[in-house]
């Protein structure tokens, strides 16, 4: 047996003098990077040797998509998690290099564009570091946001498959697990005003070798989080469709060689990329502006601008996002520059190219550009945990942009679409369940978005997210059964929800919820848009409506039903007007709640947002609004003030004269009240924000960003960040001050 020496003292010292590297922080080289890798020699000489048999590479790549797939609905089945249940995950092939050339066809798409991130970054500093290696049976894991991935409920699992000692590509799985042990319960604190805040941060991290965890690394993640069980079992889940991913990865090594696996993992991402460019030079060359704005910090009431500038030259695309908001320092409401790529990635691939494959050459013609230090590309400082509420009106930025290119491209392989609904409204809860085990995480009802019109058709229903149009959003019976929550009213959507237009939107759905049978049980929403809206229409289409969070406290719903169940109402309006419930107080509120203990049958009320309309309100088929009137989607005064049709309600009889005549006189009121371009520009432009209004973001020059008041501003190229004051201190002083007042008033 060879003795071990211990180091002498004197290389102890030059090794800490050497080791000079303080923190492996994100790498900005890889982060910022979206392009496909440079092929190596290996896989060049692959493609070349296969390039004439098309039929075998077709017949592997099917192979591979199916192998994708059948992880896919092994996580989906196996997952404890909420978002494993409804298909908040993705499972995928990545080349040698770490490219992800083929993805599940179901799940979140916009992981496509962004999880390669770690998989590069655990070839550049741990393949050849002594400490760590990549070697066959490691496991990998990561979920800082950071680093890659949408926020850090999102955890990604990967493997190295090698063949002949060399490694052939990684495979991966990455779900939405919810609990992380962030600052509030359900990994999405809305409360966190930094990235300790957020829980659980992993930068690309070897959790296990020889195709099991490290246990002492398991022990830590799971006191890392306020759901153990749920964290081992997410684990679990995810590394056995990726060995399932490897096995069929193999067999098709086996059966056709090496070279034939590599020249289609490559040639995917090729060809896809390939493709992109093609289908963009039959756009027409131009330029395309368009502004967005979330109306809320998730605590506080704003105005935070998104501008976005779309140009298309040749066989590329520039989507110019510098002018919009500075970050926030201590909000959770800012985005790192990756996911908000891989979002409006997700524009592509579901809404303009939906027939391509799920990969990240999709993106790779498209240069993004932004400001660094800007709520669209925040500092490591910043915290990140809610970055749907700035990377989704991006998102919807350049949907509203993008189709006035692509109206008149000469090829479309779908249908040109408003802006759908933008929002993830729906309940992060956490506390004991009726099982006596705490919990936290995310309801699924996140996933029942209004669809947007489309040129040909209305919008569907409270269908699915814009980030996964394949998820799905649970039974309520089976929620019932793991947690305390009840719904009192199935998804019945609300009236006048939608964008209006020639084809209107889908419509949302509302959702009042309650609970009984717990110690300890609270909620938190994380949604903006309920003062202003985020999501627009295009070619004259409406925006959707605004819809708040509304609470009614200082009641116990099960109680007053117990004699008598007439005061329940089954709709949000009907409540907050008639406010059937002696005694309970009844308020309305911006959508953004921190966690907030709830007292058993107290009610919360939320609603979907619909989807963006589609062309003249004028010009709508007045057989359709009858139908939506029978439907009950739709009210007589939309109907009278807003369609223009002349019906029977009773009856739901068109009168096709009246209405003919009432559209007429219409079309000539809105000339009257028309006015010249240069008349209306010089009434309505002003030279900087209004007093009074909390404006983040540039007023006309992108150069310069406004911090809040008309005066105060910065350059965009040197960026100061924005420090909010506690809303609680705001309160305070705010009473203070009238406090004050009334004592000298007396």
């Known amino acids: 047996m060879n003795e071990i020496k211990a180091p002498s003292e004197r290389s102890l010292i030059e090794q800490f003098l050497d080791d000079n590297v303080l923190f492996l922080g994100p790498d900005p080289e890889i982060m910022a990077d979206h392009t496909v890798s440079i092929p190596t020699e290996q896989e060049v000489a692959a493609v070349d040797a296969w390039q004439d048999r098309s039929d075998d590479i077709h017949l592997i790549r099917n192979r591979l998509q199916t192998a994708c797939n059948e992880s896919f609905d092994m996580v989906e089945q196996m997952g404890a998690a909420p978002g494993a249940k409804w298909g908040d995950l993705i499972a995928g092939i990545f080349s040698c290099q770490g490219d992800l050339s083929l993805s599940s066809a179901g799940g979140v798409l916009i992981f496509s564009v962004l999880a390669q991130h770690p998989v590069k970054f655990a070839l550049k500093y741990w393949k050849d570091d002594p400490t760590v290696g990549i070697n066959e049976g490691d496991i990998f894991m990561h979920n800082d946001a950071r680093y890659g991935n949408i926020h850090n409920t999102d955890q990604s699992l990967s493997l190295p498959v090698f063949h002949n000692g060399e490694i052939v590509c990684f495979v991966g799985s990455i779900v939405h697990e919810g609990e992380n042990g962030a600052c509030e319960p359900g990994g999405m604190p809305g409360g966190a005003e930094s990235p300790y805040d957020e829980g659980l941060k992993m930068p690309p991290l070897k959790v296990g070798e020889n195709f099991e965890f490290r246990k002492d690394l398991l022990t830590f993640l799971q006191n890392s989080v306020r759901e153990p069980k749920l964290q081992f079992e997410g684990m679990k889940s995810k590394l056995h469709a990726c060995l399932r991913i490897k096995k069929r990865v193999e067999e098709v090594i086996r059966d056709y060689g090496v070279d034939a696996f590599l020249a289609t993992i490559r040639g995917t991402l090729s060809d896809t990329e390939a493709e992109v460019r093609r289908r963009l030079r039959t756009w027409p060359n131009g330029k395309v502006q368009s502004n967005v704005f979330a109306d809320s910090t998730l605590r506080e009431n704003v105005l935070i601008k998104i501008r976005c500038e779309v ?391 992108p150069k310069v960003l406004h911090l809040g008041t008309p005066d105060k501003t910065c350059p965009a190229d040197a960026i100061e960040s924005v420090m909010m004051p506690d809303p609680k201190d705001v309160e305070i002083a705010a009473l203070k001050a009238e406090l004050k007042a009334l004592k000298g008033s007396v």
């Open 311 to 701: 140009s298309k030259q040749d066989d590329e695309l520039i989507i110019d996002l510098r002018g919009s908001s500075p970050e926030f320092l201590n909000r959770a409401n800012n985005t790192v520059l990756a996911s908000m790529k891989g979002m409006l990635a997700q524009l592509f691939l579901m809404f303009i190219w939906p027939d391509l494959p799920r990969n990240q050459a999709v993106f790779a013609p498209i240069t993004v550009l932004t400001d660094p230090g800007s709520a669209l590309n925040c500092s490591p400082e910043a915290p990140n945990a809610q970055s749907m509420m700035t990377f989704f009106p991006a998102f919807t930025a350049v949907q509203n942009a993008v189709p006035k290119l692509l109206f008149a491209a000469g090829y479309r392989s779908t249908d040109i679409v408003a802006c759908w609904y933008n929002m993830i409204t729906t309940f992060v809860y956490g506390g004991f369940n009726q099982h006596q085990e705490f919990v936290g995480n995310v309801c699924a009802d996140l996933n029942g978005m209004g669809g947007a019109a489309r040129a040909t058709r209305d919008g569907e229903h409270s269908v699915a997210p814009i980030f996964a149009s394949m998820a799905d959003i649970g039974e309520q019976e089976l929620i019932e059964e793991e947690v305390p929550m009840m719904k009192l009213v199935p998804h019945k959507v609300m009236v006048d929800n939608c964008g209006f237009g020639k084809q209107r939107g889908g419509h949302g759905y509302q959702q009042i919820v309650t609970h009984k049978d717990t110690q300890a049980w609270g909620y938190m929403v994380n949604t903006i848009g309920a003062k202003f809206p985020s999501t627009y229409g295009i070619f004259g289409g409406y925006a959707p409506g605004c819809y708040p969070l509304c609470k009614v406290k200082d009641v116990n719903v099960f109680e007053v039903m117990k004699d008598n169940r007439d005061l329940m109402r089954f709709t949000i309006d009907d409540i907050m007007n008639e406010q059937p419930f002696p005694d309970a107080t009844y308020s309305s509120h911006h959508a953004g709640l921190q966690f907030e203990l709830a007292e058993q049958g107290e009610l919360y009320m939320i609603t979907q947002g619909g989807g963006g309309g589609y062309g003249d309100v004028l010009e709508r088929d007045p057989a359709d609004i009858a139908s939506d009137w029978a439907d009950g989607i739709v009210s007589k005064k939309t109907i009278e003030t807003i369609y223009f049709v002349v019906m029977d309600y009773e009856t739901g009889a068109l009168d096709k004269e009246a209405t003919d005549k009432a559209r007429a006189a219409e079309r000539v009121a809105r000339l009257a009240r028309a006015k010249p371009f240069k008349e209306f520009a010089a009434e309505w432009t002003k030279a900087k924000p209004p007093e009074g209004l909390p404006y983040y973001g540039s007023w006309d020059d």
